[in-house]
Structures are given as C-alpha cells and as structure tokens.
C-alpha cells in the first residue's frame, strides 16, 4: 500500500518451517529469509545445525530460492525477561564483542554479521536510545562497526559478498513446535476445515457466476489464519490455566476458530445461492444438484444428513428414471452421483415421500465378535475384543495391509510424558450397521482411558470406492497432568518409503529434509504414505495434522530429539497432547468428532495420492434448489496428466480468473486450458499470485492463449485467465 517492495520475510521464535514456504516467498517477489529462532526450548538440533550459517534454500521444484539466515543470537539476545521496568540488556559491548568472539572463532568468512534487536521479551518495547547508542559506539570503535539495518539491507549486503558461494540447501525444515496445535484438537480441526471449504467455496463461486466479496473472503481467511498462528494461549497458560488472563486469552483464540467457520459457511451459502436459515425444512426441495470443484471428472456416493432427507422418498434423474438410493440407519439417504463433468453439476429431481427404515443389522454383537465390510473393492475385517481393523485387503491385490497379529486404528493413551507408559484401550463391542448396496457401516465402541464414557468409532465404505473413512467421537477428560493421544496404524509392507505431504512439495523422511529437521513428529497438509514396490496405504487427514513415524517419539523432553526418523512402517495419528510449558492449552475436554481417511493402493502414484487427498478435503457438494435454477457449469477447463489445480477465483481486480496449478510429480507435465466450451481462452497469462503479470524472460514467459503450458516437476504456478 505504501509503495515499497517486500523483498525480505521474518520468522522468530519459532524454529523450522515447512518447504512449501520457498515458492510461496519467490513468487511473492521475496528474496531473503530471516529466521531468529528460540534459543533452547523445544529446538532439536535447529540452532546447532543452522546458527550463523546462511544458505540458498531451495524449492521442491528448484525453480526458485529464497537466501536464508538463521541467526545465532535467535530473535531473543538481548531479552531481559517479561517485566520491563528494568531493561537490563541493550546495545551492549558485552553482548556485541561476545558474539563477535563467537563468529571469529569459527572462522565466519563474510565481513558482516547480523543481529536481531530485541529488548526486554518478545512483546518488548522500541529502544529509542538506540541511534544514539550506535552512533557513539561507532566513534570509540574501529570494529566491529555496527549499522541500523532492515533486513533487506543486510542481506542484500550479504549476498553482494558472498551469494556465489554459499551452499544451496534442499528439504522439508519440519518443525518443532507444531505438535503444540494437538492441545486444541476439536478448534485446530475447525481451522483446518474451514480452510479447505475457503478454497472450494471460491471454485464454487466460479462455477456459479455469484460474485463474493473480496473483503469478506480476505476476512475468512483472516480467522483461519489468526487461528493456526503460533500461539494458542498466553504466557501463563499451564503454570496458571484458571487464571482469569488465560481463559480470557483462550476465549478470544477459540473465536477465531468460531468465527472462521461461521464465515465460511455463510460465504459457501452465498456461492451456493442458498438463503441462509436454521429453520428446519417443512417441504422437500424440487431437486437435489450434486457438484464437482475440481477439473477431473468425479462420481461418488453422496449422504444427505437425515435433517436433510427426511422428506424425500427418492430421486429421478435427468431421463425421469428413479435413482437407486439407500436409507440408512441414522435416516441419512445415500445416492449414487455419476459421472459429473469438471467444475460443473448434475441435477437430481426429488420425489417428497417419508423417511423408511433402514434394513441394516443394527443389532449389538456378543462380546468378542467382530464385523466384515466388503463393497466389492476393500474388505475391511474389524476385531471384536480391540476394535481395531483386524485386516484390510483391497480385493484387486488380495494383499493384507495389516501385519499379522496387529490391528489398525489402536487407540493409545500416554499417561504422563513417558512413552514407555502408553495404554491402549479396553474392550470392545462391534456391530454391522448399514450393510450395502451403496454404503456399508461398522459401529464400534471400546474402553478408552482419557475419556468420560470411552471411543465410539464409525468405519464406513462406499460403493465403486477404495475409500475406508473412520470417524472417532469421544468425550475427552480434563487434566492438566502430562498426557498424549494416539491412533496407532502399522502396515504390512517390505522395506519401503514414507511420503509425508507438505503444502506445495510432499517430501520424504531423512531424505528429503534439510539438516536440523525435526525427525520425532511432523504435520501433513492432507496426507501421508508408506508403501513398498507394489502396494501400499495411504493416510488423509484434514481434522489431525499431526503424525509420528515409526514409534512414539513424543515427549521429546523424555524420549530426546532423534537424529533420524525410526524406519519402521507404522504410522502414528497424533491426535491431541498438553506437553507444552506455556502459551498453549494446559488441557482439554469435552465432545469431539475427527476424521481421518484410509485408501490401500497398488504402485504409489504421487499425482493419483494428491488428487484422491483432494476429493477428501472438498468432496462433491450438494445444493437444494428449484428445478428452473440454472445448472452450474465450468467457468473454463483445464487438462493435464498430473498436474492439480490448487486454486480457482474471480480475480478480484478486473475480468478473468485465477489458476494455480501445482505438479505432484518427478515428470514435466503439459496443461492446456481452454474456455468453457472448449475453444482457446482470450489469453492465459503466467502471474504472481495476485494476478499481476510476470515480465517475459525465461520461465516467466507468458503462455499462449490455447497452448500447452509446461510445468516442471513440483512447480507451481499461477495464471490469469480470460475465457
């Protein structure tokens, strides 16, 4: 808004950052990255890795690079603690001439150095000594010379000196302090989803023709992202959790979690042409429209909650013929949606009637029985005394993907910080509940420490699908006690590779992440993978983002920061914890609901695992509306083998539409994007992420209208388009 180019990024406290950030800081026109972490808590090997030592660090796609700088002082050298009555340390020759000692020691080659200026603690006060400060330390020194600078300054400077010679570093820097958002389980996963409908929502809006507000959106996002910012809570969180500051700072955190799902609602309304109400429906709606935001043809089974089905009998298609549907035990109404061309839907009229029952068995189990789902596709065999999933085949391999005398989905309780201490759950009852054609459910129930009144666990499959989507509800216990849980998946693989997905890069563990990475857990952006040569199960999770591999690596502070991730093929679904000292949630109670997503598969194809993560997080769509409404249809269409569109908007500033492509593969990828009917587009033009034309040269030129765009392996890349 000022004018001034942002050409440099600051990061503090907080130490690792997810490798998706490289091509996001390029694209933006940012050069430079500063971090300034923690000094000591929860850092892993990060400062001792990194400190000082500056390097080109590079995209998933090598595209792009972003200079980076981990600053050995972190953000906090000259911090004096909360209270600022007495600011102890400030520019200081003690403090300068130590650092510099430091730096000299080690041979530092470069001439210059940089320091964060920081006083008193992390919501410290400006120094308005400080020009003054340096001005006379500059007249009494020869060196080192001390220069007020702005980041961009410094490294500009930096790079002048020695940008040829710094090394040129690839991976994923994990983070550290991510497993902190596992202390507000049931609002991280409000965020989460709330940023997923976002994304849709404004796909929606394409396929539509309805206008949003762009202020209303940036809004939106506004609360999902003052959500998911470190941190959850105040300073005194755990030491005090009944403290009147905390449970007011908590309040507000929470709201914006609130807030973002009220807003995406509203705006998914407003897409949808929907009239907001909380009324329930007194009428059946005239039909029934089922839609695709995505630009790949899509046909799934479609459940319309019972409040929404209760008046409808069933559906006709387009030709009047009756749709094959299924009642279910809940009084939800499954549907069979074929066929729907991208960004585009299909129509289905409603004939009112009456809610019927269910055939399902709904009948409870003895003690130790079990149940079998089998659509035909995947065989899911859960046991009777754990509940877990005793076996799980997909029928074209026959290949059991559950290591004999294991279960799936255990449930695990750490007591304390010691994971040597884990407890898994108690007895089980199991039952078959919908039984087919199109939708076969398990309902099971067990003994769960942790918990008020145990885990009730629903394991569903769906007709013409590998898709096993397990949904876990409980009553979580309050306790400000140390305490983890954990949903245990081991696989029966050979010796094979883990693939964790990140936002624009998936990456692999050991391999693929930078020195000083965090090996004990991680966050996914949708989901992870372990296979071997010839099959292999994936994990989607949008509710729980975090995962440990091979065995439970957490309480770091117990089980110690590991210099590598345990190879073993067992999956950890990292559902909540209050492990932290300060600033997030001392503990957590109450009813929560997470979901999380199994698709067991032949040869790991990275592009088929991103695009089946993505069906997951912005499944097909449903709308009531009146037969004369229009049908949506696609704003444009876009072909590639591999690539996924990321993105599809209004461009906020003119005509046109924002595309975003992104390639989840090792191979090139040839798109094209052609207009609604198919015909070449007025123009597609590469752009920032804002819109804003890229100048022609090299691999800014801008595309053709109508011809094949090349997308390197892992790029992403934006377009403006005028069909």
């Known amino acids: 808004e000022a004018g001034v180019p942002l050409r440099s990024a600051m990061f503090s406290d907080i130490p690792g950052m997810s490798w998706g950030v490289v091509p996001t800081l390029a694209q933006l026109g940012v050069r430079y990255l500063s971090l300034g972490p923690n000094r000591g808590h929860r850092i892993g090997s990060f400062l001792d890795t990194w400190a000082d030592r500056p390097f080109w660090w590079e995209s998933p796609s090598g595209q792009e690079r972003v200079l980076t700088w981990v600053h050995g002082g972190g953000y906090s050298i000259f911090h004096t603690g909360l209270g600022y009555e007495h600011l102890e340390k400030r520019l200081d020759e003690e403090l300068i001439l130590a650092y510099a000692d430091t730096l000299a020691a080690r041979g530092w080659p470069h001439g210059i150095a940089g320091v964060r200026y920081n006083i008193g603690s992390d919501n410290g006060p400006p120094d308005s000594t400080l020009s003054a400060t340096v001005a006379a330390w500059n007249e009494r020194h020869v060196t080192p010379r001390i220069v007020i600078s702005s980041v961009t300054e410094l490294f500009e400077a930096l790079e002048v000196r020695a940008g040829d010679v710094l090394p040129v570093v690839r991976g994923d820097l994990t983070g550290y302090w ?8 049931r609002e991280t996963a409000m965020a989460r989803r709330s940023a997923e409908s976002l994304v849709q929502t404004e796909a929606l809006a394409a396929m539509t023709g309805i206008q949003l507000s762009a202020d209303e959106l940036d809004a939106a996002w506004r609360e999902v992202l003052l959500f998911l910012e470190h941190t959850w809570g105040s ?12 449970i007011a700072q908590w309040e507000r955190k929470k709201e914006f979690a609130e807030s973002a799902v009220a807003q995406s609602d509203r705006l998914r309304r407003r897409a949808l042409g929907s009239a907001p109400t909380d009324a329930p429906a007194t009428r059946p709606p005239a039909a029934i429209d089922v839609l695709n935001s995505t630009q790949w043809e899509r046909s799934g089974v479609i459940v319309l909650p019972a409040e929404a089905a209760g008046l409808i009998d069933d559906l006709l298609d387009a030709n009047g013929a009756e749709v094959e549907s299924q009642r279910l035990a809940d009084g939800s109404l499954a549907f069979p949606a074929g066929a729907i061309p991208p960004w585009s839907g299909v129509r289905y ?35 009777g005394r754990s509940g ?29 910080r010691d994971p040597a201490a884990v407890e898994a759950g108690g007895s089980a009852s199991v039952r078959l509940v919908d039984s087919g054609p199109l939708v076969w ?4 129930t067990r003994q769960a420490p942790g918990t008020e009144d145990g885990l009730e666990t629903r394991v569903r499959l769906f007709a013409g699908s590998d898709r096993v989507e397990i949904t876990h509800r409980f009553d979580k216990t309050m306790t400000y006690d140390p305490e983890a849980v954990l949903l245990r998946l081991p696989v029966a693989i050979e010796p094979g590779s883990t693939v964790v997905s990140g936002p624009f890069g998936a990456w692999r563990p050991d391999t693929e992440q930078a020195p000083g990475a965090n090996h004990n857990y991680a966050t996914l952006e949708r989901w992870a993978d372990l296979h071997d040569e010839a099959d292999g199960l994936q994990f989607v999770s949008v509710d729980i983002p975090g995962i440990q591999l091979g065995s439970i690596g957490t309480d770091a502070t117990v089980a110690g920061w590991r210099e590598s991730t345990d190879p073993a093929p067992v999956l950890y679904s990292y559902v909540m914890n209050n492990y932290w000292e300060t600033n997030y949630r001392a503990g957590q109670d109450g009813p929560h609901e997470l979901q999380y997503t199994l698709r067991p598969h032949a040869e790991f194809d990275e592009a088929e695992a991103e695009r089946f993560a993505l069906q997951v997080a912005q499944p097909l769509v449903t709308r009531a509306t009146e037969l004369a409404a229009p049908i949506p249809g696609p704003p444009l269409r876009v072909s590639a083998d591999r690539a996924v569109v990321t993105l599809l908007r209004v461009h906020d500033d003119g005509p046109g539409l924002l595309l975003r492509l992104y390639n989840p593969s090792d191979e090139t990828d040839s798109v094209r994007v052609a207009g609604p009917d198919g015909s070449p587009p007025a123009s597609v033009v590469r752009s920032d992420p804002w819109g804003e034309p890229i100048e022609a040269d090299g691999a800014g030129e801008p595309a053709s209208a109508g011809g094949p765009i090349s997308l390197a392996p892992r790029e992403v890349a934006t377009f403006l388009v005028e069909p």
């Open 235 to 246: 300073w005194n969180s755990v030491s005090e959790p009944e403290a009147e500051f905390t």
């Open 349 to 383: 009229r409603v004939r009112p009637g009456g809610a019927t029952a269910s055939d399902a068995d709904a009948s409870a189990r003895s003690p130790g029985s079990g149940a079998t789902l089998d659509n035909g596709r995947v065989r899911v065999v859960l046991d």
């Open 178 to 185: 991510e497993d902190g958002a596992a202390s507000s389980a």
């Open 441 to 444: 459910t398990a309902a099971v």
């Open 388 to 416: 877990g999933i005793a076996s799980l085949q997909r029928l074209a391999q026959g290949r059991e993907l559950v290591p004999a005398g294991e279960v799936m989905d255990e449930y695990l309780y750490v007591p304390g």
